[in-house]
């Protein structure tokens, strides 16, 4: 894994939470949502006891759980991450890193907040991959 790599796995770890929230959220409007009536005749020879939406709260349960793993995890891997980032020498090659995969700042961003044209974050950033030691057994997701 490089260092790009493992730094950038925050970032989808991030997407991948908000993903899941977003699914929960459906999830709950359907729950609590009314079904339409069935008007043609059914004939079931063996009936569930449990109400309609009992699955729906099991998954929206299974889903939370999920969830609060993946923070957890997410909680984990942005500390070791700041350790990394820590020990990068350089302040503008670590402001540079700190910005882009803690913050999950464009380039632009990082700039302004740098003030520094792109070529030059470019270049910080370059130099600072080439400083960072990966931990000897990293998070990866």
Known sequence: MTPKEYLHQAYRLDHRINS????LNR???MSVSISSPQL????????STEAPFVRSIYKIMELEEKINAEIDLYVELKSEIRGVIEKVENPDEQMVLRYRYIHNMTWEQIGDELHADRTTVYRWHNTALRHVTLPENPVKI
């Open 20 to 23: 899941d929230i977003e699914e």
């Open 27 to 29: 999830l709950r409007e």
């Open 40 to 47: 043609t005749e059914r004939v079931q020879t063996s009936r």
